[in-house]
């Protein structure tokens, strides 16, 4: 019996010995089963694994370790204010701490969208629309209405790459750019139903999806962000409580003759992929005049230029990156329009800048 007891006594403390090594092994706070090979993977292409840290070949993004950890805020931010705002604190673009429903949210019509400065296909064409919706709504920003850019990149965008990123945009009073802890903007972004799974047929993984919404009457609806600018300007001064001026369905529709609507598809594509950064005859905006670009440029040169832009100043195209320098860095987007698209809307830049220089030619002939 004392043989059997005393076997037993060294049987446990030998177990006692091996746990204590095995914890002696691992880092405070982790566990045994954390100890592994680290992985990576992109947050908008999850298939794109690695071993190491680095970029996504396909959109050019962190990659991300994955988390053997259960990402939350405490319960009080979550459950601050309504359970679907988060009051966890971000950080603006000028450096202030604020927290997201006290401070941005409640009582509040807002438009909210995520972005990263870094992006090379729908956030620059995004902001840059955004920017005109905020020329529409004039004095009624910052007042009325408020806008939030939120970087789904934290550990790159920091309070001061958000802020040049702004002024390289023009962007006007009343529009935050938001950074924080990645944890707090994954859970804003669930909680507001921003997080959709990544696209397949969009090369840069993520949805350009803006969420406007007024706090006080609980109302709030998703829109593209690349949606129509008077569109959208409309929607908000809905949502602020503007009455919207009643549409003539009769007009619209030719008093029932059944007029077929006639649209030009150059005006079409320039007015939804170009005008947020260029006019014809206008003068500069964030990007150049194209009038009588045609006549200047080879039309093979605006066929990449317009086809893959990022590709052209990858290859150190001297013409592009000379205009990269003088039109303060902005990555034209990819947009991912067919050859025949390109040529459409070549053809419409062609015919739109004769049509502007005509009547200037017929007033100096006067």
């Known amino acids: 019996m004392k043989r059997t007891s005393a076997s037993m006594l060294l049987l446990g403390v030998l177990m006692v010995s091996v746990t204590l090594l095995i914890n002696s092994q691992v880092p405070g706070g982790h566990s045994f089963a954390q ?12 298939e794109v694994k690695s071993k190491k840290a680095g970029s996504c070949p396909k959109c050019g ?13 405490s319960s009080g931010d979550v459950n601050s204010g309504p359970n679907r705002f988060p009051n966890v604190e971000l950080i603006t673009q000028h450096g202030k701490k ?47 209405v408020f806008f939030y850019s939120i970087t789904i990149e934290p550990d790159k965008d920091t309070p001061k790459a958000l802020k040049a990123y702004a002024e390289k945009y023009h962007v006007g009073p009343g529009w935050l750019f ?11 972004s ?4 921003l997080d959709f799974l990544p696209n397949p047929n969009d090369p840069d993984g993520h949805t350009p999806s803006l969420l406007i919404g007024n706090e006080k009457t609980g109302l709030w609806m998703r829109n593209s962000g690349l949606d129509n600018i008077k ?24 008093s029932g003759t059944g007029n077929k609507l006639d649209i030009d598809k150059g005006q079409y594509l320039f007015s939804t992929r170009c005008a947020a950064c260029h006019t014809i005859g206008n003068g ?25 832009p990022i590709k052209l100043l990858d290859e150190k195209d001297p013409l592009a990156t000379a205009l990269f320098k003088k039109y303060n860095e902005l990555r034209m987007p990819k947009m991912g329009l067919p050859e025949e698209d390109v040529n459409v809307l070549i053809d419409f830049m062609k015919t739109q800048s004769a049509r502007v220089a005509k009547p200037a030619n017929a007033a100096t002939q006067n």
């Open 190 to 193: 669930r909680k507001l139903g």
């Open 35 to 46: 100890q592994q090979d680290p992985e990576f993977s992109c947050p908008m292409h999850p």
């Open 178 to 188: 938001l950074t924080g802890k990645e944890a707090d903007i994954k859970l804003i």
């Open 98 to 144: 604020v927290r997201f429903y006290d401070d941005l949210i409640k009582g509040k019509v807002v438009a909210i969208e995520l972005m990263y400065t870094t992006c090379r296909y729908n956030c620059p064409l995004e902001t840059a629309r955004l920017v005109q919706v905020q020329k529409l709504l004039g004095d009624r920003m910052g007042k009325d």
């Open 231 to 254: 569109f959208l300007a409309l929607k908000i001064e809905q949502m602020i409580g503007y009455g919207a001026p009643a549409v003539d369905v009769a007009a619209v529709n030719g």
């Open 61 to 73: 993004m962190t990659l991300r370790r994955k988390s053997t950890e259960r990402e939350s805020a």
């Open 284 to 308: 500069d905006k964030v990007g150049p005049d194209l009038l009588g670009v045609t006549n200047v440029r080879e039309r093979a040169w605006l066929m990449k230029i317009i086809s893959d």
